[in-house]
């Protein structure tokens, strides 16, 4: 603001000071000075400039503030005086208990990809939560992530602390993290091998997962070696194995097994996904894929069968959508997921 344009006495800093004294701090009771929030009070050839550190509550007397140390520096021969503030800055979230407590983690698997395991895990988190237990959900495949998609969270960052510590994205009750948020869509591919050992191992070590029941872990799709070292990257309790129900498909679930055998993380059992083709129009099904193989290859290598997911357009919809199917619990879909988590439940910890 400017005052005057003439030459006039040189005030000092000490001139106002005294002249400040005057703004009172309500919170306080006391001068804006004692109380400490003036941050700067600076003057050179008659132009002076102010500056009030507010904190939440004394951000409310802003406008009092104002004007008030407005009035008194016009009362003094300034040029011209400027009065800024530094609102508060929101506190940084504090990080939880570092000692996170996860109960349970279990790998979601296939030994190929497009079988529905990230529709299982999804779906399988959430009725996990319906279930009153705590959930995260933790997307390792690196290559194709589709958790985003599929708990409607694209593009949302996670915010970490400052000590690197970060937070999980959260939806429908789950907390979850993916390279989805890290990432831009396709940058996940050219990553190389120790990176995404890096990445993922932290995404368990640094994520503020607090107290967890179960954490689901959507692994990438394959047997080889890759998928090896991801599994003992984390301290699974134990791995499901998604399944269809041709021969071709059980090929790879008779290798998954074996995979997970040479690393001694046992098999909680195998889910058959799209079963029963049930026609929307007349409910008329069809084994399109055939049906009961995953019931067969779960008996050949002495694994539970925990049940079989139809295959039915609706599933696929509320995927895309990001609206998991076993938000409504009434359907045929729901029910059978929810047989398939207490069949895996009955034997972990509560
Ligand atoms: N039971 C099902 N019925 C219909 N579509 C399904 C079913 N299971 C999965 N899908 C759809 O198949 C596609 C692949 O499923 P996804 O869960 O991404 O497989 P994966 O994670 O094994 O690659 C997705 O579009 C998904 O919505
Ligand atoms: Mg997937």
Redesign the pocket.
């Known amino acids: 603001m400017k005052l005057f344009s003439k030459k006039q006495k040189d005030v000092t800093k000490q001139d106002l000071i005294d002249a400040l004294r005057f703004v009172q701090n309500p919170t306080t009771e006391k001068d804006i000075f004692e109380s400490g929030i003036v941050n700067t009070t600076a003057v050179c050839d008659n132009i002076a400039k102010i500056v009030v550190s507010l904190d939440p509550i004394t951000i409310k007397f802003k406008n009092k503030f104002k004007v008030e140390i407005e009035h008194q520096l016009r009362k003094l021969p300034l040029k011209e005086f400027k009065v800024e503030f530094l609102d508060p800055v929101p506190p940084k979230p504090k990080a939880p208990e570092a000692s996170a407590k996860i109960k349970n983690i279990i790998a979601v698997a296939?030994g190929?990809?497009?079988?529905?395991?990230?529709?299982?895990?999804?779906n399988l988190s959430l009725a996990l939560s319906k279930k009153g237990f705590t959930v995260g959900l933790l997307d390792a495949?690196i290559y194709?992530p589709?958790i985003p998609l599929?708990m409607q969270k694209t593009g949302v960052q996670p915010e970490a602390t400052q000590e690197g510590e970060i937070f999980p994205i959260e939806n429908y009750g789950i907390k979850m993290m993916s390279v989805g948020f890290i990432s831009q869509p396709g940058e996940a591919v050219v990553w190389r091998g120790p990176m995404i050992h890096k990445l993922l191992s932290e995404f368990f070590s640094k994520v503020l997962w607090g107290e967890l029941d179960y954490l689901v872990v959507?692994l990438p799709?394959g047997t080889g070696d890759a998928q090896l070292s991801l599994s003992q990257l984390i301290p699974l309790t134990g791995a499901v194995i998604?399944t269809t129900p041709q021969d071709v498909a059980l090929v790879d679930v008779d290798k998954s097994v074996a995979m997970f055998k040479k690393v001694n993380v046992p098999i909680l059992g195998v889910i058959e996904?799209?079963?029963t083709f049930v026609c929307p129009q007349c409910g008329h099904e069809e084994e399109i894929f055939s049906h009961g193989g995953g019931e067969k290859a779960a008996f050949q290598w002495g694994n539970i069968f925990l049940g079989s997911?139809?295959?039915?357009?609706?599933?696929?919809?509320?995927?895309?959508a990001g609206n998991p199917f076993v938000l409504e619990e009434t359907s045929e879909?729901s029910k059978s997921l929810f047989k398939i988590t207490e069949n895996l439940t009955k034997s972990l910890v509560k």
């Open positions: 296939s190929k990809g497009g079988v529905g395991k990230s529709t299982v895990a999804t495949d194709g589709s599929m959507d799709p998604v996904n799209m079963s997911l139809p295959l039915k357009t609706s599933i696929r919809k509320s995927g895309d879909e």
